[in-house]
């Protein structure tokens, strides 16, 4: 886990400096297109980390494997964050390059709406099952239609917005120069790097709340008592 | 030692085909809901009185009504459809019926089937009839209602079984509705933009096959899928 978060830092530093200060500025946005070194990683690894939370669920699902569980309910508030990011840089972005915070007709936009709605259900169900092993089985169960629908939701608001006005964006198929795509890849491999060291941590976290009562973490909890007692 | 498992099997009733288990749950369902007929009436009045307040709210204006009343419509269904879902297992859930169920051996499948096409025809089917009457007040066409009633009977089944999902994942709760609510409603979005497109497309005269056809394929994806996650849910929330 130290390695992840230290490679992630290292390559966050590295991929701002070549985003911020080495990439020339872009001749139509001009500097505001730096934006896209948060807000791609951000969007990217909301996805990302819906797949795990969904894969982690069919896994605890079939094998009844009470890990995989924990990483789908450890998965979902990081990920939930990284939709949060992606929604507040791209607005922050499109006031001055659409001259406006929200553009409802954005499929895109719409697209991570209905995603951070889905996260906030996922985790409200969780919260709301007091028993433990029953708030995992439900909560997978969810994040499995949610994944159905989220291919969906993609596809007809895609549709919906292409009927209902032209892409107003640059258009994706444009080519990148390599001196702003390096930074760019840099800052996807270091969020996602960062994810996984957020995620181990919390996994920690979520596993010895589950084991509260085992031997092991009962152990583990007096040494740490013990050791304070010894510093004082 | 030999013979006991079949003394068991004996004993037990015996396990229905999937098609008399729905038969069976269907006429209970439909019996319980005839006797009962406030929870037919309540989303259907919900429904009115949502739909009414529209006009007076943005405009009376009939070219504006015609804009809005797709719209309008399909969302005062969604919300009139949410209404009765708390009840959905709640009530069964309450004096046992479920733990019955659950215990009978019978499909869960194809009783969780039965359920959802009772709550259509009980919850889903008046209000669809009913838009058709509000849609001729916000100035649509007679060419519409063809369109409407369609995308909207599909679409109504549509929430009836994304809603038994949800129900069935909150059986036993405290608060159930709201909760409902929230996992329902982002999981409509595909079916109310085909749903809604293809009504405006038909008010302006326009080929409206397309999402008519998509609004279908969704709503059967729905209704095939749907009644598999919500055995599950049953079977995790029961234990």
Redo the contacts between chains.
């Keep these: 886990m130290p390695w992840f978060l230290g490679l992630s830092v290292l390559l966050m530093v590295g991929g701002l400096y070549g985003g911020l200060v080495l990439a020339p500025a872009d001749y139509q946005q001009g500097d505001a297109f730096r934006i896209i070194y948060v807000h791609v990683p951000a969007a990217y690894l909301s996805l990302l980390a819906y797949m795990v939370m969904a894969i982690a669920s069919v896994i605890g699902?079939i094998w009844r494997m009470k890990l995989a569980h924990a990483v789908a309910a450890s998965a979902a508030p990081i990920g939930a964050s990284f939709t949060f990011l992606a929604l507040a840089t791209g607005s922050l972005w499109g006031k001055p390059m659409w001259g406006t915070w929200w553009q409802w007709a954005d499929p895109r936009m719409l697209t991570e709406l209905?995603l951070l709605?889905?996260y906030?259900?996922f985790m409200?169900?969780r919260s709301?099952?007091s028993e433990r092993?029953?708030a995992d089985?439900?909560g997978a169960?969810?994040a499995?239609?949610?994944v159905?629908?989220v291919v969906?939701?993609h596809?007809?608001?895609e549709?919906?917005a292409s009927?209902h006005q032209g892409q107003t964006i640059a258009n994706s198929d444009a080519t990148m120069p390599a001196s702003m795509l390096t930074p760019l890849l840099t800052m996807i491999l270091a969020f996602s790097l960062f994810f996984g060291a957020v995620m181990l941590q919390r996994l920690r976290g979520e596993v010895l709340l589950r084991e509260a009562g085992a031997r092991w973490v009962r152990r583990l909890a007096d040494g740490q008592v013990a050791e304070r007692g010894k510093l004082t | 030692m030999k013979g006991s498992p079949r003394l068991l099997e004996q004993a037990a009733a015996p396990i229905l085909r999937p098609v008399d288990t729905f038969r069976t749950v269907l006429g209970r369902e439909l019996t319980l809901a005839y006797r009962r007929p406030a929870d037919l009436l309540n989303p259907l009045f919900f429904f009115v009185v949502v739909t009414s307040l529209f006009p007076v709210a943005v405009s009376p204006l009939p070219e504006t009504l015609t804009l809005i009343g797709p719209g309008v419509l399909w969302i005062a269904v969604l919300l009139s459809a949410l209404l009765p879902l708390s009840n959905h297992y709640g009530q069964d859930f309450d004096d046992g019926t479920l733990e019955q169920y659950l215990l009978s051996g019978q499909s869960l499948v194809a009783i969780c089937v039965a359920k959802t096409v009772a709550l259509w025809l009980v919850a889903g089917l008046p209000l669809v009839l009913a838009s058709v009457v509000v849609a001729s007040s916000y100035g649509l066409g007679t060419n519409v209602f063809g369109v409407l009633s369609i995308t909207l009977a599909a679409g109504s089944y549509a929430i009836c079984a994304?809603g038994a999902?949800a129900a069935a994942?909150?059986v036993g709760?405290q608060?159930a509705s709201a909760?409902i609510a929230?996992?329902v409603?982002?999981?409509m979005?595909?079916i109310l933009?085909?749903g809604t497109?293809a009504v405006s497309l038909e008010a302006t005269n326009m080929v409206a096959k397309g999402p008519i056809y998509?609004v279908l394929a969704?709503a059967v994806l729905t209704a095939l899928?749907?009644p598999l996650?919500t055995a599950?849910?049953l079977r995790?929330?029961m234990?």
Excluded: D, Q
């Design positions: 699902l209905i709605f889905l906030f259900g409200t169900l709301n099952i092993s029953r089985r439900a169960v969810l499995i239609v949610g159905v629908n969906l939701v596809y007809s608001v549709w919906w009927l | 994304l999902v994942l909150t709760m608060r909760l929230l996992l409603l982002p999981l979005v595909p933009i085909f497109r998509l969704v899928l749907c996650a599950a849910a995790i929330s234990e």
